[in-house]
């Protein structure tokens, strides 16, 4: 989540969500065809301050989320 010069996202800890500063570095899209010659696009944004490894990062419905917000991981 961009906030003016700040970048945010949220990590899991238990049950609840926690806020996190981060700093990003390059960002990359790597293209692959599927079976049926559908051309796929994913992209990545690097991390390089404020996540560490194996933390679990919120990708989906983080705009409504807010520091300890008790949320329920979907696997």
């Known amino acids: 989540l ?11 800890e238990g049950d609840r969500a926690k806020e996190r500063l981060i700093k990003i570095g390059q960002k990359y ?3 692959s065809r599927l079976e049926n010659q559908e051309l796929k696009v994913k992209e990545y944004t690097e991390v390089i301050e404020g996540l560490k490894e194996e933390e679990m ?3 989906v419905g983080q705009q409504n989320l807010f520091e300890g917000a008790k949320v329920n991981v979907a696997r």
Do not use: D, G, N, S
Not at 4 to 9: D, G, L, S, V
């Open 57 to 59: 990062v919120v990708t």
């Open 2 to 12: 961009y906030e003016a010069e700040k970048i945010k996202i949220f990590v899991i």
């Open 29 to 31: 899209e790597l293209q």
